[in-house]
């Protein structure tokens, strides 16, 4: 087992690994940026080491600082959280290269993944089934004009190398496409220098379920349920619950060993999630996220796992701590994300944090690194935490939820704790039927 880990992230995520490691033994090596001095994760880190000025470009995504920050404390590997360079191939290739373990897995799976295409075309091998679309990549108008007759309109034209929602665009008609397909190459080209689009049936109703994986990199790959995210503002998540209530355990077993065996066909290694969009029962695959997620939550409450811990095993060799027959999913859990965002116009909100007051009592879960007197910095992502409950059902997870809420206190800024009230107060959340465009609804309704 290693006995120092460098944690190359920032905020709850990077708090989430510093915990793993201190539970397994494991010594910790916190970076930062000058405008994260006085972070948790670099507070509670045993050590820590500044790795640059507040832009991200200069100092999360600074591959030399981070590797000289690496071998200057003698950390054997790197756990790259989510975001900033978790999907980065040419990053773990680098931390390889020098000798040191990269937590996630093989360059060459984060490539394949890494590109939406090459992804399903991959998944498609595997017998994953997924949403009627173009052979690989569209090069020009008059291919999307086939494709589109033949799946149908509406479609979706979408980046190959997309992230974040970017470089999607949808065309209701033929006399649209040509618009969405110039629109989502110039967005793709400008947000990823790769302009190559790919275009798939857009679904009208669909559900966000995904599947957790864990694989030992020999052939073993374990899932663990899955997650609903349907609730969305502008293809961002949320609000994440596990499992989903649209599905059933049957049906949440039969994808999840298809997941689990075509992963394993792969020899695939670390912690993977494959999304889904799922509409009229069917499970259609729309990419693969090859690294922690920040809902992981949900799943680890569930099913009773630490996936870092898990992701930490299996990069030095380990074996995974269970089978797929250990694994079983228990009750019912739900995250919201706690963004500093005003609640009504989701305008980002840094600034000093007069008081926070964690919630607690029975099955209820903070991952969060701020503080009272914790000043958000304006450069980074605006998601300052996470709470997650489990509860025996799904009602009483939402009443869980409800009552950690209400003792949820932060003060001096802006939180979407008002929108999250809402949304647990809805009959549409509350009833469990729901599809990805139902909270975009939901907060026009608010406005
Ligand atoms: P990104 O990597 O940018 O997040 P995804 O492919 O994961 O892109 O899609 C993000 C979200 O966009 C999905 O969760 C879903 O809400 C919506 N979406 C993606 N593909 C489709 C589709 N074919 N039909 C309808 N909605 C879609």
């Given amino acids: 087992m290693f006995s120092k880990i460098l944690i190359a992230n920032r905020g709850e995520i990077a708090l989430r690994v510093l915990r793993a490691c201190r539970e397994m033994g494991i010594r910790t090596v916190a970076v930062h940026s000058t405008a994260d001095a006085d972070a948790m994760h670099v507070r509670l880190a045993d050590e820590a080491i500044c790795i640059g000025p507040p832009s991200s470009k200069d100092s999360y995504l600074n591959i030399p600082a981070i590797l000289s920050a690496a071998t200057l404390t003698g950390a054997e590997a790197i756990h790259p959280g989510y975001g900033f360079l978790a999907e980065n191939a040419d990053f773990a290739e680098t931390v390889e290269a020098h000798g040191m373990t990269f937590i996630g897995p093989s360059p060459e799976h984060m490539r394949t993944m890494g590109d939406k295409i090459s992804a399903k075309t991959t998944m498609q091998m595997l017998g994953v089934p997924l949403v009627p679309g173009s052979d690989g990549a569209v090069e020009d108008v008059a291919t999307a004009k086939e494709v589109a007759a033949k799946i149908c309109y509406p479609v979706l034209i979408k980046a190959a190398a997309g992230g974040g929602g970017r470089g999607m665009k949808v065309a209701?008609?033929?006399?649209?496409?040509?618009?969405?397909?110039?629109?989502?190459?110039?967005?793709?080209?400008?947000?990823?220098?790769?302009?190559?689009?790919?275009?798939?049936?857009?679904?009208?109703?669909?559900?966000?379920?995904?599947?957790?994986?864990?694989?030992?990199?020999?052939?073993?790959?374990?899932?663990?349920?899955?997650?609903?995210?349907?609730?969305?503002?502008?293809?961002?998540?949320?609000?994440?619950?596990?499992?989903?209530?649209?599905?059933?355990?049957?049906?949440?077993?039969?994808?999840?060993t298809i997941v689990a065996n075509a992963l394993a066909k792969m020899k695939y290694s670390g912690a993977g999630t494959i999304e889904f969009l799922y509409q009229d029962k069917q499970f259609c695959?729309?990419?693969?996220?090859?690294?922690?997620?920040?809902?992981?939550?949900?799943?680890?409450?569930?099913?009773?796992?630490?996936?870092?811990?898990?992701?930490?095993?299996?990069?030095?060799?380990?074996?995974?701590?269970?089978?797929?027959?250990?694994?079983?999913?228990?009750?019912?859990?739900?995250?919201?994300?706690?963004?500093?965002?005003?609640?009504?116009?989701?305008?980002?909100?840094?600034?000093?944090?007069?008081?926070?007051?964690?919630?607690?009592?029975?099955?209820?879960?903070?991952?969060?690194?701020?503080?009272?007197?914790?000043?958000?910095?304006?450069?980074?992502?605006?998601?300052?935490?996470?709470?997650?409950?489990?509860?025996?059902?799904?009602?009483?997870?939402?009443?869980?939820?409800?009552?950690?809420?209400?003792?949820?206190?932060?003060?001096?800024?802006?939180?979407?704790?008002?929108?999250?009230?809402?949304?647990?107060?809805?009959?549409?959340?509350?009833?469990?039927?729901?599809?990805?465009?139902?909270?975009?609804?939901?907060?026009?309704?608010?406005?």
């Avoid at 944090?353 to 914790?374: E, K, L, N, Q």
Wanted: proline share 5%; aromatic share 6%.
């Fill in 172 to 256: 209701q008609n033929e006399g649209e496409i040509e618009n969405a397909w110039q629109m989502a190459r110039a967005e793709a080209r400008a947000a990823f220098g790769n302009d190559a689009v790919y275009i798939e049936k857009y679904l009208d109703k669909p559900r966000h379920v995904e599947i957790q994986v864990m694989g030992d990199g020999k052939g073993e790959v374990v899932y663990y349920g899955d997650r609903d995210c349907s609730l969305q503002r502008r293809h961002q998540k949320v609000l994440e619950e596990a499992g989903s209530p649209a599905v059933t355990p049957e049906e949440r077993d039969e994808i999840g």
């Fill in 285 to 447: 695959f729309i990419e693969m996220n090859t690294r922690l997620q920040v809902e992981h939550p949900v799943t680890e409450m569930v099913c009773n796992v630490d996936l870092v811990r898990e992701q930490i095993m299996v990069a030095a060799g380990e074996k995974m701590s269970h089978r797929q027959e250990d694994i079983h999913v228990t009750g019912h859990a739900i995250e919201c994300r706690i963004n500093a965002e005003n609640s009504d116009n989701f305008a980002p909100c840094p600034g000093l944090i007069t008081i926070f007051h964690a919630p607690g009592g029975p099955g209820v879960r903070v991952d969060s690194a701020i503080y009272s007197g914790y000043k958000i910095p304006p450069y980074y992502d605006s998601m300052i935490g996470k709470l997650i409950v489990h509860a025996p059902t799904r009602p009483q997870a939402i009443a869980r939820m409800q009552r950690a809420l209400q003792e949820c206190v932060v003060e001096g800024v802006d939180t979407l704790i008002p929108l999250h009230r809402k949304i647990l107060a809805s009959e549409e959340f509350q009833s469990g039927v729901y599809t990805i465009h139902t909270l975009e609804e939901f907060v026009e309704r608010l406005s």
